[in-house]
């Protein structure tokens, strides 16, 4: 009997044994499958490169013909329309020589009405479009196929392939701790747009990435993208992005809560400083780094001598390795905005010229009547006639007097080098509009040997013009 | 027209959501057919318009496309409730979810700016992460745990394809309602007076 039962458990064991040994047969094909699918994408995965120097960057053919531009220094209001807040905006240079601005606008920062909005300036004319919107959070969101809340800062980069890459910051869940960055294609230098793209930088529900420094380049036509973090810590970050804007890599550049909103400053294929906004308040210090081996190691982040009121600070490298940056250069508040220049790769900076400076009311109060007499007279002073003054000041009474004391905000500059060799600079006018400011090639020559011969080397001490 | 990416998110997050539903009703007095159609029907309303965007548009916004491992337990519990596949003992339950927690423990801090280690860049394709998962999958499956091993051939499997708009691999295999789903589950384990077969 046992030898008879056993014969016949043997079978049964075997009946049972078989769809079993069948699933743990089509797991392990399954995992060869896979794992040979994902050695292959890691296989095709691109080598890290050097810098591409913005000197011998993606030329356009305004590099080619010198055009008629005045050696003065202009300014102008990117948009003259008054009205909406405006704030965070950027430049890039489009192939016919002209420059596209974006910006976000509308009731104020964070409110659901905020569009991404753009204009182009023609510098042989001297004069921007008429501005337009480039997208809401609506057009955005169907795009996306996900609920978008509201938009933000957006930065535009021209790839390898000839088209603009637009960058903005899409929240979909709270405040600007949950942003992530969309991502457009434009082939026809920014008048329509690809579906967008949502870049995923962050495990954490994609928390929380952010868009602010101008993109660059790396030798083999990738994009570097300086973004930061501000959900629970506050960190800069650079984004490697392929060809075709797909994410390859991402850098961080420091940690905690200590520094925002990098900017890469690319000296030569090797070597390049990066600036950052100190995200303290207080007297504190422009946050650098810097990288020696093409971008794949940077230093640990340290204090320079650039003063920073946390705020957003703007640079770019002239062709001959100068460093140009645009910051607050006080020890607090955003109400005076400054061009300084560094010739031994960062160490040491002067100033170029003071663009901005209402420092002389710190610890007074300015009531609004006081306050809109003072824009009216620095409007007629930039060539607004009495009544387009008038409604600059209402403008910018409206944006900076809360709870009636008022005060001035000049912030958010944005660099960029044109490939004719001049320097332009957009930044954040009293939160009402964006002044754009154009440095001639020749002028930044003379004005930096000016100031090379009354070398005034910025230890801490200010060293306005 | 939606892209592939965009319809994966859209059906996993309908997907999650519905099967959740689902097997929270199914600890109520209701049949397998009834269970069936509210699931079905849940997730088809899921993925209908809703104004500009379909309804897992908005949940979407939010959590961000679900991970391979979150669909894959997802349905495998829709299964066991079905009356299909072999349970887990819970021994292997609660090793099976201790990967995800440990993983948690390991990814989230460092992603989000404790250290200047970010383990997030093993995603975009390190060859010691992957060499890594495939012995963590070999070992799942030598311990007789074939859901994991399952999970994570899969989640290489789509990343390698490209299914999500993420080009991460940590964003297949993980996601934060899994590890908090595996930390509440791991917590609880101790405490529980019968262990059931799952």
């Given at each position: ?211 602010k420094g101008t ?11 300086p973004?930061y ?7 800069g ?16 550049l420091s940690?905690?809560?200590?520094a925002l909103q990098p900017v890469v400053l690319v000296r030569?294929?090797?070597?390049a400083q990066v600036l950052m906004r100190h ?6 210090r422009v946050i650098g780094s810097s ?7 940077w230093?640990?982040p340290s204090e320079t001598s650039l003063r920073n009121?946390?705020s957003a600070v703007a640079g770019v490298v ?5 460093l140009l940056a645009v910051l607050n250069d ?10 300084l220049?560094s010739?031994?790769g960062g160490?040491?900076w ?63 500059p944005?660099l ?50 | ?198």
């Amino acid at each position: 009997m046992p030898r008879s039962h056993d014969a016949g458990a043997a079978p049964m064991r075997r009946k049972r044994s078989t769809p079993h040994a069948g699933w743990r047969a089509l797991t392990l094909l399954l995992l060869v499958v896979a794992f040979g699918a994902g050695a292959l994408r890691v296989w095709h995965r691109p080598p890290a490169a050097n810098f591409l120097p913005s000197a011998s960057d993606i030329a356009t053919s305004a590099a080619k013909t010198d055009s008629p531009t005045s050696d003065a220094l202009v300014s102008r209001f990117v948009s003259p329309i008054a009205g909406p807040h405006r704030h965070a905006a950027s430049l890039v240079e489009l192939k016919d020589g002209r420059i596209r601005a974006f910006w976000f606008s509308g009731s104020q920062e964070g409110a659901p009405d905020v569009e991404i909005r753009s204009a182009v300036f023609d510098p042989r004319r001297g004069e921007w479009s008429p501005e337009a919107r480039v997208t809401d959070r609506f057009d955005t969101a169907r795009g996306l196929w996900r609920y978008v809340k509201k938009l933000g800062n957006p930065v535009a980069e021209r790839a390898a392939d000839g088209s603009l890459r637009l960058y903005y910051v899409t929240v979909s869940l709270g405040g600007w701790a949950g942003s992530s960055i969309t991502t457009r294609r434009s082939d026809d230098d920014g008048a329509t747009w690809s579906a967008p793209q949502r870049l995923i930088t962050s495990p954490f529900l994609n928390l929380s990435t952010l868009v602010k420094g101008t993109p660059f380049h790396y030798a083999d036509d990738s994009i570097g993208l300086p973004v930061y973090h501000e959900f629970i810590n506050k960190f800069g970050e650079i984004l490697r992005l392929d060809r075709d804007g797909r994410l390859l890599d991402k850098q961080r550049l420091s940690v905690g809560h200590l520094a925002l909103q990098p900017v890469v400053l690319v000296r030569d294929t090797e070597h390049a400083q990066v600036l950052m906004r100190h995200s303290d308040g207080g007297q504190n210090r422009v946050i650098g780094s810097s990288s020696d081996d093409g971008g794949r190691h940077w230093t640990r982040p340290s204090e320079t001598s650039l003063r920073n009121p946390n705020s957003a600070v703007a640079g770019v490298v002239l062709a001959d390795g100068t460093l140009l940056a645009v910051l607050n250069d006080i020890e607090g508040n955003r109400d005076a905005l400054s061009l300084l220049a560094s010739t031994d790769g960062g160490a040491n900076w002067r100033t170029l010229r003071v663009l901005e400076d209402q420092t002389d009311r710190h610890g007074q109060e300015l009531d609004v009547a006081a306050y809109r007499r003072r824009v009216a007279e620095l409007a007629r002073a930039d060539g607004a006639d009495a009544s387009a003054a008038e409604a600059i000041a209402e403008a910018a009474s409206t944006h900076m007097c809360p709870d009636a004391r008022c005060g001035f905000e000049f912030s958010y500059p944005y660099l960029i080098l044109t490939a004719r060799g001049d320097v332009e600079l957009v930044y954040t006018w009293n939160r009402s509009y964006i002044k754009h400011t154009s440095f001639p090639r020749h002028w930044l020559a003379q004005r930096l040997h000016e100031t090379t011969d009354a070398a005034t080397t910025k230890t801490g001490e200010a060293a306005h013009d | 027209m939606i892209n592939p990416s965009d319809l994966c998110g859209l059906g996993g997050v309908a997907l999650t959501i519905a099967g959740t539903l689902v097997l929270m009703l199914g600890r109520l007095p209701f049949s397998r057919r009834v269970l069936l159609g509210v699931g079905t029907l849940l997730f088809v309303l899921l993925l209908l318009p809703f104004g500009d965007l379909p309804l897992a548009a908005y949940p979407r916004g939010m959590v961000g496309d679900l991970s391979i491992s979150t669909l894959l337990l997802v349905l495998y519990a829709l299964a066991r409730r079905g009356g299909l596949g072999a349970p887990i003992d819970p021994a292997r339950r609660l090793l099976a979810l201790f990967i995800p927690v440990l993983g948690a423990l390991m990814l989230y801090p460092l992603a989000l700016g404790a250290a200047y280690y970010d383990p997030y860049r093993w995603g975009f394709g390190e060859p010691a992460f992957l060499g890594s998962l495939l012995v963590l999958s070999l070992l799942a499956f030598a311990a007789r745990l074939p859901l994991v091993a399952v999970a994570i051939s899969l989640a290489v499997l789509a990343w390698a394809a490209g299914v999500y708009e993420s080009r991460n691999l940590w964003d297949y295999l993980l996601d934060p309602l899994l590890a908090l789903y595996a930390f509440a589950a791991c917590l609880r384990a101790p405490f529980a007076r019968r262990a059931k077969a799952y």
